[in-house]
């Protein structure tokens, strides 16, 4: 989950201009911040040593550390921002951690999962450690490598044979940075299961995390394979396995620049999402199909002769996006009529699944790089399954070791609360499903072409919602001091009802759970107090008339034991005003796309109540934006 940044330049990017290593590694931790934000640190080759700084907490307490001690110019440099695991969140284990006699700095992302192993036998020949974390073993184990099994040779190669060494015997996930003093223009780094992408300048390089740690310098990047180490210096990119063998990486260009990941604005991130959400939806829509309404889903790498055998489709996510695919369920089932399950990625594998080459899995991850998931995918892959990724993140893990790849056009969502991703990924899964009913022969073309029209209707019915959001938001300032609301749906609004109590949770640090309503005289109705604030996704009185009276029903059953009942319902739906405290009116839209629209209001309540609460929306404590260790 954390951020790194590592970056080689020459003369040409003057160090003391504004342009040094430091100003190039700082700018790149100030955009993946959103990774971790537990502690940050930084450290640069100049002068024949390295030089370091690390502080706990935000980037901010970095920079003020730096200004009070600063650091010499340099043009090769590393830096971490951190989000716990091993160890707490202190200045001691804060990366970058040392070793070698303080000559060699090291950062990390992921988990070592032999350190405890590999520490014992390094304790064994003296060395000592001064931090709880499973990354310092990793700097020393490199560190004891580089100097005493390879007898410390400064040649360009002597750092890269020492990390390859050192990765044939870390076991886990990581990616893995070092800079050396006797090597000032040289970063090396290695990745497994974890996120890292080259990019590539002019007398300059650069390594990130993702794109956004040097997307400021330039938009050509390198995606690494699994198991891959990679040399940079300001002049030349190579790639290796961890055994030495040569290997290459794929270069492409990325689609946005340095103004998408700014806040344009808004007071966070977040609000600022949530208004990029009818371009979002927008875009996922763009060049899908063609003018006779077919879609052509050019992405999808699999034989269209395998997927019409498919007879079981599972879809695999974690936290919002298993939200979304909660939503595709509604939807592939009802225009495909395959059998569709939705699993939690980190309970998949672990209860011995039935997967056969007749599954289809479709996994779902905004950054493509979550580790539960990824794991899935590759046990699914094991037994013979297709597998198909929705995924925001271009040459990331996921995708990569797909069958094929559906990605969504959300560009980069920088708040660690999910919010235009989540409407790409269902605007994604509605797609996926209508091309395989499509394929199928389930539904006809003008029925797809007629779903097409509609989808393309809904950035402009959530600008709409946006637009009127007053009332909405004047409702979330003013309840600033519950402490628990509840969430209700059915049908599709049931994972809507699911992600609008994660985003309540996420940000704002408030009890909500969301239910499915017609689960509430089960069990959950004992929770209904006096006051007790209670949203209620309503289906549209348009469609299927039952489903629309019984949750009005749900509504009388909670307001009779004196809750407080705030509901979401379609224009036009005045059955529902005699029910409710508050009404927030959404557009018409078939039922099946409406989660694309009742959702909205509640991420704007979530992003306006922790608002009013004081909390940082952005950065939510003990969060990070990709959860890259299982």
């Not at 970063?187 to 794109?211: C, H, K, M």
């Not at 790409?424 to 029925?447: C, D």
């Not at 959001?469 to 749906?489: H, N």
Request: with cysteine; aromatic share 6%; charged share 25%.
């Amino acid at each position: 989950m954390c951020g790194i940044v590592g970056y080689v330049g020459n003369s040409s990017r003057p160090a003391g201009a504004g342009h040094g290593a430091l100003d190039v590694v700082l700018e790149g931790l100030r955009r993946l911040e959103y990774r971790g934000y537990d502690s940050a640190g930084v450290a640069v080759v100049a002068d024949g040593a390295i030089s370091s700084r690390k502080k706990a907490g935000k980037l901010g307490n970095l920079l003020g550390e730096l200004e009070a001690r600063p650091l010499p110019e340099s043009l090769t440099g590393i830096g971490h921002t951190r989000w716990a695991t091993h160890g707490g969140p202190t200045d001691g284990n804060a990366h970058p951690h040392l070793a070698d006699g303080g000559r060699l700095a090291v950062i990390h992302n992921g988990i070592i999962e032999n350190f405890a192993e590999l520490k014992q036998q390094l304790l064994a020949k003296g060395v000592e450690f001064s931090s709880e974390t499973d990354t310092e073993v990793a700097a020393a184990l490199l560190g004891d490598i580089f100097r005493n099994q390879l007898g410390g040779d400064s040649s360009k190669g002597s750092l890269t044979e020492a990390m390859q060494l050192a990765c044939q015997r870390l076991e886990g996930a990581f990616t893995l940075l070092a800079v050396h003093a006797d090597q000032p223009g040289v970063v090396v780094a290695a990745r497994r299961n974890s996120p890292l992408v080259v990019g590539l300048g002019e007398g300059e390089n650069f390594l990130g995390s993702d794109v956004s740690g040097f997307i400021d310098y330039t938009r050509r990047a390198v995606e690494l394979g699994q198991d891959q180490i990679v040399t940079i210096t300001a002049d030349s990119v190579e790639i290796t396995d961890f055994f030495g063998a040569p290997a290459e990486g794929k270069e492409y260009n990325v689609d946005w620049d340095p103004a998408s990941a700014e806040k344009g604005g808004f007071n966070s991130f977040m609000e600022k999402e949530i208004h990029d959400q009818p371009d979002a939806v927008a875009q996922t829509l763009l060049g899908r199909s063609d003018l006779n309404g077919k879609l052509t889903l050019d992405e999808l790498r699999i034989d269209p002769e395998l997927l019409k055998q498919v007879d079981k489709i599972i879809v695999l996510a974690c936290g919002t996006a298993a939200y979304a695919g909660l939503v595709a369920k509604y939807a592939i089932e009802n225009w495909c009529r395959i059998p569709t399950e939705v699993e939690l990625a980190h309970e998949f594998r672990y209860r011995d699944p039935i997967v056969d080459a007749n599954t289809l899995v479709v996994s779902i991850s905004q950054s493509g790089e979550t580790m539960d998931t990824l794991m899935a995918v590759r046990y699914a892959r094991e037994q013979g399954a297709k597998t198909i990724s929705i995924c925001n993140t271009n040459g990331s893990t996921i995708p990569r070791e797909s069958d094929a790849v559906l990605y969504t056009h959300a560009g980069p969502e920088i708040a660690v609360a999910s919010t235009k991703a989540f409407l790409a990924q269902i605007t994604a899964a509605y797609l996926l499903g209508l091309y395989l009913a499509q394929l199928r022969g389930n539904i006809f073309t003008g029925q797809i072409k007629d779903v097409l029209a509609d989808l393309s209707k809904i950035p402009a019915k959530i600008q709409k919602i946006l637009d009127n959001s007053g009332p909405l938001r004047e409702l979330a300032r003013s309840m600033k001091d519950e402490k628990s609301v509840l969430f209700l749906g059915r049908h599709v609004g049931f994972p809507v009802a699911l992600e609008g109590a994660l985003k309540l949770k996420e940000i704002a640090y408030i009890h909500a759970e969301g239910f499915a309503a017609g689960e509430l005289k089960h069990g959950p109705i004992a929770l209904i107090d006096e006051g007790q604030p209670v949203f209620v996704v309503v289906p549209s009185p348009r469609g299927r008339d039952s489903l629309h009276s019984k949750v009005v029903s749900n509504i009388q059953e909670v307001r009779a034991r004196g809750a407080r009942t705030l509901v979401i319902a379609e224009e036009g739906d005045e059955a529902v005003r005699d029910y409710a405290e508050h009404v927030f009116y959404v557009p018409e839209t078939p039922t099946l796309l409406m989660p694309l629209l009742t959702t909205v209001p509640l991420q704007i309540f979530a992003a306006e109540l922790a608002g009013a609460k004081g909390y940082d929306v952005d950065q939510p404590r003990n969060l990070a934006k990709s959860v890259t260790v299982e």
